[in-house]
């Protein structure tokens, strides 16, 4: 008997915020960044991303996302590396405001594969770049959705890949994007 009370109290849930059940949305995010260091030395780091969701209750949303960074360091005489990451994830997003409101925030969890590959050498040592990393991942993440109209919204986030699900790593793989947002 106790558990039909829990069963009953977990499908009102789901039959009270199902009022957007059944929306998709499909989405990209995009972000540049650029630092010049002395004597020629710099880095940069660009990021694209897009994503396919489904809502299942006005709060909930399952997404499968895929994002690509490449960032590239280079050091006069000591390091010129690339980098390339590709992630591809399955996420459960989580809004905090009603479906109505214009400003929407959410966060994010969820699990991926990364795949790494690493180009270049470490002058200075004569090493070459470790070649590729492959690793499954816990994805993290905070943003919001700014409703333009009921179809359309600008979208930012910040997302952390926590390579190997380590916590520690939080901060190895963050990123900043802003994109945009389409309902059907």
């Known amino acids: 008997m106790k558990y039909a009370k829990t069963l009953g109290i977990i499908i009102s ?5 199902a009022a957007n059940a059944g929306v998709f949305e499909v989405g990209g995010t995009f972000s540049w960044t650029r630092s010049n260091y002395n004597a020629g030395s710099y880095t940069w780091t660009r990021a694209y991303g897009s994503t396919f969701g489904y809502y299942f209750t006005q709060d909930s949303e ?6 690509d960074s490449t960032t590239k360091n280079y050091v006069a005489g000591v390091e010129d590396i690339s980098y390339r990451d590709r992630v591809y994830s399955i996420n459960m997003l989580y809004h905090l405001f009603e479906e109505n409101s214009a400003f929407r925030p959410f966060f994010r969890i969820g699990v991926g594969q990364l ?3 690493a180009t270049g050498t470490y002058s200075a040592a004569g090493y070459s770049a470790p070649g590729r990393l492959d690793s499954v991942s816990v994805i993290g993440g905070l943003g919001f959705k700014l409703k333009i109209t009921q179809k359309v919204s600008i979208k930012t986030e910040a997302t952390s890949y926590l390579t ?3 916590i520690g790593s939080w901060q ?3 990123s900043f994007n802003i ?3 389409f309902y059907f």
Not at 13 to 17: G, K, N, P, S, V
Not at 62 to 67: G, I, N, W
């Open 179 to 181: 994109g945009g947002a």
């Open 13 to 17: 849930f789901f039959w009270i915020t």
């Open 172 to 174: 190895d793989n963050l």
């Open 115 to 117: 795949n790494r590959d």
């Open 164 to 166: 190997g699900g380590s």
């Open 62 to 67: 399952l997404e499968f996302s895929y994002q």
